[in-house]
């Protein structure tokens, strides 16, 4: 299997990343690929509204967007990782989500998916939430998710139900576990809610 790894923190060596590295090691010593990528050392540009990918299937911006969505096409999995900026993912997060083609090509479908998100204080799970209805709605399994409340700038060790959780998840992954109520979920609104919105759309 390989799996692609996304942090969405500007501060590398934080906490996001941090965790993400430990998911890394995780899957990695079940015998998984990884490939991991910083958000903030690639050229992702705000997404300009035009609905092209709508129509084409295709950004009129050619930046690494594309690159790593295809990166994304390829692989078996995907973690994405997120500090809570305003209650919400980090702009580096939102510019990717907006333009990785995520819900329009369906493009977590059969991928098995780790989300992570951190907080100091309020808002975390906002964060969380929001990866994880991306995950469902691009047609993927979750096969876990993780979140954290730490100071900033905390350099603490993870705790004890942080790495139980990280190792749950990939093991889950690494079994390809499915999750029926998922999939339900998923099929319900893929029928009712995209198919129908994006048909409209596009050509
Ligand atoms: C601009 C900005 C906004 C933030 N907003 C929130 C917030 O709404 N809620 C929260 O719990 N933490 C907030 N934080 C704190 C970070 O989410 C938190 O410290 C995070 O774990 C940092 O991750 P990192 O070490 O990977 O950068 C904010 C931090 C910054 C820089």
Known sequence: MKIIVINGSP???GITESILRSVESELISRGIDVEFYNLTDLDIGHCLGCCSCYMTGHCII???ADRLSE???HADGLVLGSPTYASNVSGLMKDFIDRGHFVIEQLLKDKYC???ATGEN???KNTLKILDDLVIFSGGTLSGHI???APFNSKEVLPEKTRNLIRKASCRVEAKKKNHFQTLYHNLIFSIGIKPFVKRKGK
């Open 147 to 149: 979140a954290l409340k």
């Open 122 to 124: 309020y808002g975390f």
């Open 71 to 73: 990166k994304i096409k």
């Open 11 to 13: 501060r590398t060596n």
């Open 62 to 64: 050619k930046d690494d």
């Open 114 to 116: 780790i989300t992570v």
